[in-house]
């Protein structure tokens, strides 16, 4: 990569790569006639891990952790999201988590959220703010509706932090 830019691809290999290297270790490489020292050409950008309050490299150190991140989390997905449902699949399940296709009862939600807070997070966007309203607008929310970004932002980050993506209702 020239440049880090937060896109899925990018997400999804913070999970799985062992190194982000910039394009002259190629070059490097070719010229050596070797793979060259990988630790010389990663690549580090620190508006962009002020950005999205992380540090990519901290991130890869972290190994096969990186694939519990969401272990014995559930996540049901609605219609709408952003980045889309296989995208967001794909980065959940590589990091141990679980997506359902069909949404929960209340009581169902309310049960595993009682026995371990956030072990079901539901997903949405505004558009799709109906089909999650009975979870908003009871006097005992749960506080499991959460943006995309909480996906996006716990890879990065390493660190599942809900409170921060909960999505509230006025």
């Known amino acids: 990569m020239d440049k880090l830019v937060r896109t899925c691809k990018l997400v999804s290999c913070l999970i799985t790569v062992k190194h982000l290297l910039s394009p002259e270790w190629i070059l490097e490489s ?3 006639n070797k793979f060259a020292d990988e630790a ?8 962009f891990n002020k950005m999205f309050k992380c540090d990519v490299s901290e991130v890869l150190l972290c190994g096969e952790q990186r694939k519990k991140l969401f272990e014995g989390v559930t996540f049901f997905l609605t219609p709408c999201v952003k980045p889309g449902r296989a995208a967001l ?9 679980k997506v359902e296709r069909s949404r929960r009862s209340y009581v169902s939600i309310q049960e595993m959220h009682n026995q ?4 079901y997070l539901v997903l949405t966007v505004p558009n799709d703010l109906h089909l999650v309203y009975y ?6 929310t749960l506080n499991v509706v959460c ?6 932002s716990a890879i990065m980050r390493q660190k599942l932090e809900v409170e921060e993506f909960l999505v509230k209702i006025d």
């Open 30 to 32: 070719q010229r050596l």
């Open 40 to 47: 010389k050409y990663g690549l580090r950008d620190e508006a």
């Open 89 to 97: 699949t794909e980065m959940i399940e590589l990091c141990g988590g």
């Open 116 to 119: 371990k807070p956030y072990s």
């Open 135 to 140: 979870l908003l607008q009871s006097e005992k």
């Open 147 to 152: 943006s995309t970004e909480v996906v996006l």
